[in-house]
């Protein structure tokens, strides 16, 4: 299994960035994906979720600005991330399982810095 992150980059505050998660090998259909960051010296936040079917959560800190979505038939999810602000600035890492005691899968992750 893989698990690929892409669309980081730096961009100024007010800015838009889309982050792609695209998933191998694995019924993407049947998993909850979330999506995670950490800033330099912080720990792991939970950013938002997605689950199989559709429902979506978010962070008080992203909620309104951020939206999570999926194409199962592209194995993929996706973080639309507007009105970036420079507390964004983290990395943004991805997350799949099936339920909470399944083995998990994790990204490498991708870099989004936000300038004021």
């Known amino acids: 299994v893989t698990v690929e992150e892409s669309g980081g980059g730096l961009v100024q505050s007010g800015g838009s960035l889309r982050l792609s998660c695209v998933f191998s090998d694995i019924v993407f259909s049947a998993h909850i994906v979330q999506w995670y960051r950490q800033r330099p010296g912080e720990q792991r936040e939970w950013v938002s979720e997605?689950?199989?079917?559709?429902?979506?959560k978010y962070a008080d800190s992203v909620e309104g600005r951020f939206t999570i979505s999926r194409d199962n038939p592209k194995n993929t999810v996706y973080l639309q991330m507007n009105n970036l602000k420079p507390e964004d600035t983290a990395v943004y890492s991805c997350?799949?399982?099936?339920?909470?005691?399944?083995?998990?899968?994790w990204g490498q992750g991708t870099q989004v810095t936000v300038s004021s």
């Open positions: 997605i689950t199989s079917g559709g429902t979506t």
């Open positions: 997350k799949g399982f099936r339920h909470a005691f399944s083995r998990a899968y």
